[in-house]
């Protein structure tokens, strides 16, 4: 009989584990179904944890992400020639600022998950 190994994405080679959960004697506790429920828990609990780190993770890096450009941004601006103020009026600026930013912000936030999604 050829057996297929199937590999889960934590590289546990599944077939091992329902031939030992499927070799178990009956005696044992592993045939309760409070044992698999646990063992779905736990699994479930560790997923949640995980998902929820890495959440946070890239929405605390898009924040520094924006602060950082926004930093530059605004060092480049104040410290640009006298010309380019005379030219360039405050509210013009102003604008500029806020919807580039509010753009960027948004973009930045959102692409930076669904990039991480295709590295898995």
């Known amino acids: 009989m050829i057996e297929k190994r199937y590999k889960s994405p934590c590289g546990l080679n599944l077939m091992?584990?329902?031939?030992?959960?499927?070799e178990t004697p009956p005696g044992e506790g592993a045939n309760n179904p409070i044992y698999y429920i646990t063992?779905?828990?736990?699994i479930t609990t560790i997923g949640l944890v995980v998902s929820t780190v890495r959440w946070f993770?890239?929405?605390s890096g898009s924040i520094h992400a924006s602060t950082v450009l926004y930093e530059r941004l605004l060092e480049t601006v104040?410290?640009?020639?006298?010309?380019?103020?005379?030219?360039?009026?405050?509210?013009?600026?102003?604008?500029?600022?806020?919807?580039?930013?509010?753009?960027?912000?948004?973009?930045?936030?959102l692409k930076i998950p669904k990039s991480s999604d295709l590295v898995r």
Request: hydrophobic residues 50%; proline residues 0%; aromatic residues 20%.
């Open 57 to 59: 993770v890239l929405y």
């Open 39 to 42: 063992v779905y828990a736990v």
């Open 78 to 109: 104040l410290f640009a020639n006298i010309r380019f103020h005379d030219t360039v009026s405050r509210g013009r600026l102003l604008n500029r600022f806020g919807k580039d930013f509010e753009g960027m912000e948004d973009k930045i936030f």
């Open 16 to 22: 091992l584990l329902i031939r030992y959960w499927s």
